[in-house]
């Protein structure tokens, strides 16, 4: 690769393959079942998340085509959407960090109610080496500051973000889904009650320039994170009121709490009424 290539890629104009460049440095990858981020540097890649397994191959291509060996990958969280690709990075040779519970989540056989799925334990190659605790912490990374954050008890037990505070490029993972109704898992310690804490402290983090990206959906605002927000507290204050009058599934679903949101957020992974059964099942279940 010639100089001007490799300064166009820190500069974010350059690039090959299919990956949106956000500028110093870094990009968004096309989908790879999970959205991951990529920081281009001269002293290699640092990668936010690896995909869905079935998509490593994507996840190499892509990777391969911004010409930088990863040096760092960060899980957002334990999900098998966000951590498909984590065997054969690490096998690749790249440090992998995130939040404790992710490393213990990964470490053995995990449920999924909600899904109806068991995913087994990764091999020790592809589990976080280097792990963070509620404090979470700042790295150096190629010149860019990234400080990641822990966010407890809110999509699952482990959630951690990546602020590159010099591009002001900010990685929540499933903390945010930009414009659909997110997943809970109650299952591995999430609730809506923590999710909508962490967006709180999301939006304290987040300036009105910084660019969010979610764990699915497109890359979004501030002002698209508040929305969210707004929107879980809606649903959450409905939903339960509801429920607190001692209706059932049926009785709660047919109070429409979701009436006013479905229209922007009910065209992802769930409609309303799946979104309410969610809600419904892991608060009861609490
Ligand atoms: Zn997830």
């Not at 640092?46 to 760092?72: K, N, P, W, Y």
């Not at 899904?115 to 592809?126: E, F, H, M, S």
């Not at 509620?134 to 999509?155: L, N, S």
Request: aromatic share 8%.
């Amino acid at each position: 690769m010639d100089r001007r290539t490799v300064l166009g890629m820190l500069a974010g104009t350059v690039w090959a393959g299919g990956a949106t460049g956000l500028g110093k440095g870094v990009f968004v990858l096309p989908d790879l079942g999970s959205t991951s981020t990529a920081l281009v540097t001269g002293d290699g890649l640092f990668l936010v998340d690896s995909g869905m397994v079935e998509q490593v191959g994507d996840l190499e291509r892509e990777t391969r085509a911004l010409g930088a060996r990863i040096g760092v990958l960060f899980n957002t969280h334990w999900h098998f959407d966000h951590t498909g690709g984590n065997v054969r990075v690490g096998t690749g040779g790249a440090r992998i960090l995130a939040h404790e519970n992710v490393r213990r989540r990964l470490s053995e056989t995990t449920r999924i109610d909600f899904y109806k799925r068991t995913d087994r334990a990764l091999p020790a190659v592809g589990r976080p080496g280097e792990v963070f605790g509620a404090d979470g912490g700042v790295m150096t990374f190629g010149g860019e500051r990234i400080r990641y954050v822990h966010y407890p008890v809110a999509h699952t037990d482990g959630d951690g973000t990546a602020h590159f505070e010099n591009a002001d490029v900010l990685c929540v993972g499933d903390l945010f889904f930009n414009g659909m109704y997110p997943f809970v898992d109650y299952s591995t310690g999430g609730s809506l009650a923590g999710m909508i804490r962490a967006v709180e402290g999301l939006a304290r983090v987040a300036g009105a320039g910084t660019r969010i990206v979610p764990g699915h959906g497109p890359v979004g605002s501030r002002a698209e994170l508040l929305a969210f927000g707004e929107m879980l507290a809606g649903v959450r204050e409905r939903v339960t009121g509801l429920m607190k009058g001692g209706r059932s599934l049926r009785g709660v679903k047919e109070g429409r709490p979701t009436r006013e949101f479905d229209g922007r957020w009910g065209g992802g992974f769930f409609n309303g009424e799946e979104f309410v059964e969610m809600i419904y099942r892991g608060e009861r279940g609490r």
